[in-house]
């Protein structure tokens, strides 16, 4: 299984940016699939994720209401819809799936720097 994390730019305070994370291996077996982050000098941290249907996703307080996950399984792709961006929100965004409820996996990252 492989994932492959694109999306991640520079951007200004309240602009927007969409992530998109590229599944390939196992199609029909990839389970939840999140979004994480980590800025330097910090934690890993879990922003969103969405079940295999794409009909149940959560959220980090820190981004509910300004990101939205979402999944297209025709493409074996899930997107990270990120608005009204923040300075804090400056991180490397990984990819995470969860194959057959057995193996967890993750993508390299792409970064996402805001400037104000």
């Known amino acids: 299984v492989q994932l492959v994390e694109s999306g991640g730019d520079l951007v200004q305070a309240g602009g927007s940016l969409r992530l998109s994370c590229a599944v390939s291996?196992?199609?029909?077996?990839?389970?939840?699939v999140g979004w994480y982050r980590q800025a330097p000098g910090k934690e890993r941290e879990f922003v969103a994720q969405i079940n295999s249907g794409g009909d149940i996703t959560s959220y980090a307080g820190s981004v509910r209401g300004r990101f939205t996950i979402s999944r297209d399984n025709a493409k074996n792709t899930v997107y990270l819809q990120m608005n009204s961006l923040k300075r804090e929100d400056t991180a490397e965004y990984y990819c995470?799936?969860?194959?057959?409820?057995?193996?967890?996996?993750w993508g390299r990252g792409t970064q996402v720097t805001v400037s104000s």
């Open positions: 995470r799936a969860d194959v057959a409820d057995i193996y967890i996996y």
């Open positions: 291996g196992m199609e029909g077996r990839i389970n939840t």
